[in-house]
Nanobody
Framework: QVQLVESGGGLVQPGGSLRLSCAAS????????MGWYRQAPGKQRELVAL???????NYADSVKGRFTASRDAAKNTVYLQMNSLKPEDTAVYYC?????????WGKGTLVTVSS
């Protein structure tokens, strides 16, 4: 089993910054990828950033240049630094871990960008 716990969401004004964290525990060996998805009200869940086991990171076009994903393997934690936030970034952000072809999800953390 894999457990993922996100933290760091909240309310921020447009142009502001937030940093999300996701701590993984349990059977966290042979990880294929780890990263972040988000789901806005009335929309499907979408990829935000995903760090592969090779160390490369894939970003959604909508966040390139504003968001940075990183991983601390020693702490089994992945981060998402979000800068220049826009109202359209408002969503529940979910931590994702892929292991042995299976997807594991955190419960999500709400990010609201509003003045």
């Amino acid at each position: 089993q894999v457990q993922l716990v996100e933290s760091g969401g909240g309310l921020v004004q447009p142009g502001g910054s937030l940093r999300l964290s996701c701590a993984a525990s349990g059977s966290i060996f042979r990880i294929n990828a780890m990263g972040w998805y988000r789901q806005a009200p009335g929309k499907q869940r979408e990829l935000v950033a995903l760090i592969t086991s090779s160390g490369s990171t894939n970003y959604a076009d909508s966040v390139k240049g504003r968001f940075t994903a990183s991983r601390d393997a020693a702490k089994n934690t992945v981060y998402l630094q979000m800068n220049s936030l826009k109202p359209e970034d408002t969503a529940v952000y979910y931590c994702n871990l892929v292991r042995a072809g299976l997807n594991y999800w955190g419960k999500g953390t709400l990010v609201t960008v509003s003045s």
